[in-house]
Structure formats: C-alpha cells, structure tokens
C-alpha cells in the first residue's frame, strides 16, 4: 500500500498541529492553594490526551485538505485468454447481405451481423487484450491491444461506417502481424480474419507474411462471410474454372495460409447463425492461461481524514461541555455554603443595632 497526496504543499502547514501540545486545551481556573491536594493522575492523563486529540485533529484536516490518497497500482493477474487482433475487411461488399444485395426492412448487411457477434465476444472474454485493424484498398490501424473493453467496441461498432473499394488482404495481415509485433509479453495470440472475399496477394508481399508468421507463431482464424452464390474456400473448381488464384481468390488464399505452418482454422458462414457458431468456436479454442496486468486507480482517503477530524472535534467538544458544566456545579456549592454564614453575620449587626 503506497500513499499519495494532490497538494503536498499544504503540510508546510503541519507545524499547526504542535499549538495544542503547547498551550492548554482547558480553560485554567485560579486555587488559594494547592499544598493540600494530592495526585490525581486521571486529571492529568486527560490533560494530555485532550492536548494529543487536539493535534491530531489539526493534522487530519490538513490531511484531507492536502489530498491523502492511495496510489494506483498495476496488479499482475492469472486467467484465460489471449491477444487477439481482429482483422476486418472494409470493402463495399461487406454493405450488402448475405444475398449480396443492400439491406431491405429488417435485413442485415454483413457488417451488421459481424459487429453484432464481434460485440459478444469481447464482452465475455474478460482478460483478452483486443486490437482493431481494418483494410480495404490500404490498410487502417484503428485500435492497438488493449484491455479497455469500451475502446474495443466503440472500434467493433466503427466496422458499420460505409465501406471503401478494393479488399487487400496481404498488408491487412502485416499491419496484424505489426501490432502483435509491438506487444512483448509472452501471452498467447491470434489474428481474427473477418472478410466476405480475398484478392491476390502479391508474390513478394508473401513471402514478407511468411518470415513475419516464422518470426512469431500467430493463430490465424479466418472467419469468411460467403456470400450467396459465390464460390466457397472448401469447394473444388468446376472443369470450366480455372484454378487459379485470380479466377478463385478465395481457394487459394485459404491454401496460402494452410502453407504456414502455424495453428488456422477457417470457417465459412453464409447467415448470421453460421457467424455465431463460427465465433462461439473461436472462443472455445482461445482459452489459454494468461497472465495479465490490472490497473488499479487511485482511491481517494481524504474523506477518511475528515471522518476522523470530525470525530476528533466532537470528542474535544463534549470535553468542553462538561468542563462548564462541572465548573458551574461547583459555583453554585460554593455559593450555597457561603448562605448561612453571611446570614449568621447579618443577624449579629442587627442585634448591636437593637441593642
């Protein structure tokens, strides 16, 4: 536990808190004589408590006043989880639906429903680190790896804005790659793919992703969202077709990654359900132990010092309350003992008088 205060400057002031250890707390009061009086040590155990509680009370408000705090701290945690950079395609496609045509009444486009699932995802995964990265004809660094969950999904909610051209995959995957690069802990990590297509990826920008995925092993996940009536990564090309990467982009960036030698999967989703299981998949393979760093911020103890100065005060008022109420108790004995003999002495002119 470390304490922290906002105002340091303010226990220049500290010095205050001696006054009461140097003059009395309680009103001095005048005897003929004390010869005849013994110890009273309560008397003076509370002469010094009082003066004590006195100087505290001035040290707590000055505390409070000062700012006390507890300073914010980074906690190293152990869970499930791992580093995941989700990577999402941009392009105009991923506007329309899963029919390929733009969203009617009560229809979603397929970034909608990406968003949507993307958006559980990270909610349930409580120790995750996310990154957000997006591409279409250039890549986009939207988000680095972080642990702020609200940051995540104001970024998964970005995917929505209208898209842009063109879909390059290959300097989509090496900004991924980058981002992974710039985290140095030893956690597990993944790159989720989210695209409804592929483009060919140049011969040299190839080889760039292979000694990036040899540099640092990355599980890669490619969620593809097949559109109606396109041809699907799995499925073998028609005599008619070509296989080629240029006639089935598709096809062959699936091949591309699978010649990694580093842990894929790929799922192929053509409805919104077919999206969910495919992400509820994800989360099940991503549940490696994790150690993480909490932060924890500060927490504010100026209220605690005044809570104590107040009942410091309170303390020190009820001393004062009884200290008049035992002095006018005594004044009124005094003043009924004296009575009879000033009535004795007026009794005694009066007779001379008669006389």
Same mark, same amino acid.
């Given at each position: 536990?470390?304490?922290?205060?906002? %105002?340091?400057?303010?226990?220049?002031?500290?010095?205050?808190? !001696?006054?009461?250890? #140097?003059?009395?707390?309680?009103?001095?009061?005048?005897?003929?004589?004390? %010869?005849?009086?013994?110890?009273?040590?309560?008397?003076?155990?509370?002469?010094?408590?009082?003066?004590?509680?006195?100087?505290?009370?001035?040290?707590?408000?000055?505390? =409070?006043?000062?700012?006390?705090?507890?300073?914010?701290?980074?906690?190293?945690?152990?869970?499930?989880?791992?580093?995941?950079? #989700?990577?999402?395609?941009?392009?105009?496609?991923?506007?329309?639906?899963?029919?390929?045509?733009?969203?009617?009444?009560?229809? %979603?486009?397929? $970034?909608?429903?990406?968003?949507?699932?993307?958006?559980?995802? +990270?909610?349930?995964?409580?120790?995750?680190?996310?990154?957000?990265?997006?591409?279409?004809?250039?890549?986009?660094?939207?988000?680095?790896?972080?642990?702020?969950?609200?940051?995540?999904?104001?970024? +998964?909610?970005?995917?929505?804005?209208? =898209?842009?051209?063109?879909?390059?995959? =290959?300097?989509?995957?090496?900004?991924?790659?980058?981002?992974?690069?710039?985290?140095?802990?030893?956690?597990?990590?993944?790159?989720? !793919?989210?695209?409804?297509?592929?483009?060919?990826?140049?011969?040299?920008?190839?080889? *760039?992703?292979?000694?990036?995925?040899?540099?640092?092993? +990355?599980?890669?996940?490619?969620?593809?969202?097949?559109?109606? =009536?396109?041809?699907?990564?799995?499925?073998?090309?028609? @005599?008619?077709? @070509?296989?080629?990467?240029?006639?089935?982009?598709?096809?062959? !960036?699936?091949?591309?990654?699978?010649?990694?030698?580093?842990?894929?999967?790929?799922?192929?989703?053509?409805?919104?359900? %077919? +999206?969910?299981?495919?992400?509820?998949?994800?989360? *099940?393979?991503?549940?490696?132990?994790?150690?993480?760093?909490?932060?924890?911020?500060?927490?504010?103890? $100026?209220?605690?010092?005044?809570?104590?100065?107040?009942?410091?005060?309170?303390?020190?008022?009820?001393?004062?309350?009884?200290?008049?109420?035992?002095?006018?108790?005594?004044?009124?004995?005094?003043?009924?003992?004296?009575? @009879?003999?000033?009535?004795?002495?007026? $009794?005694?002119?009066?007779?001379?008088?008669?006389?």
């Amino acid at each position: 536990m470390s304490l922290a205060l906002t %105002a340091p400057a303010v226990l220049l002031l500290l010095p205050l808190a !001696l006054l009461p250890l #140097m003059y009395p707390i309680q009103r001095a009061q005048g005897y003929p004589s004390l %010869a005849v009086a013994t110890s009273d040590p309560l008397s003076l155990a509370m002469d010094v408590g009082l003066r004590v509680l006195g100087a505290l009370v001035i040290a707590c408000l000055l505390l =409070g006043t000062a700012g006390l705090q507890l300073k914010g701290q980074t906690v190293e945690r152990v869970g499930e989880g791992a580093h995941i950079v #989700m990577l999402i395609d941009r392009s105009r496609s991923m506007d329309d639906t899963f029919a390929g045509k733009p969203p009617g009444e009560g229809e %979603a486009s397929k $970034s909608a429903a990406a968003r949507h699932l993307l958006r559980e995802f +990270v909610q349930k995964r409580p120790h995750d680190r996310f990154g957000v990265a997006a591409f279409s004809t250039m890549p986009m660094h939207v988000l680095p790896l972080t642990d702020h969950k609200d940051a995540v999904l104001a970024a +998964v909610d970005a995917i929505t804005r209208p =898209g842009l051209a063109y879909t390059n995959v =290959g300097l989509g995957l090496a900004m991924a790659l980058s981002m992974h690069e710039a985290d140095p802990t030893a956690a597990s990590r993944a790159i989720l !793919l989210v695209s409804d297509g592929a483009a060919v990826i140049d011969r040299r920008v190839q080889d *760039k992703l292979r000694a990036a995925f040899a540099k640092r092993p +990355v599980n890669l996940y490619w969620l593809y969202l097949r559109t109606e =009536g396109s041809p699907g990564i799995f499925d073998e090309p028609g @005599p008619d077709v @070509p296989d080629t990467p240029y006639a089935l982009p598709e096809r062959h !960036l699936n091949k591309f990654f699978q010649s990694l030698k580093i842990p894929y999967r790929a799922f192929e989703a053509e409805n919104p359900q %077919a +999206v969910a299981d495919a992400i509820a998949e994800i989360d *099940k393979l991503e549940r490696n132990p994790i150690r993480y760093e909490e932060r924890i911020p500060a927490t504010d103890l $100026s209220w605690l010092a005044y809570a104590a100065a107040a009942v410091g005060l309170a303390l020190l008022l009820l001393a004062k309350l009884a200290e008049v109420t035992l002095v006018g108790r005594g004044q009124a004995e005094a003043v009924a003992s004296a009575k @009879p003999a000033a009535t004795r002495v007026r $009794s005694g002119q009066q007779l001379k008088e008669a006389a």
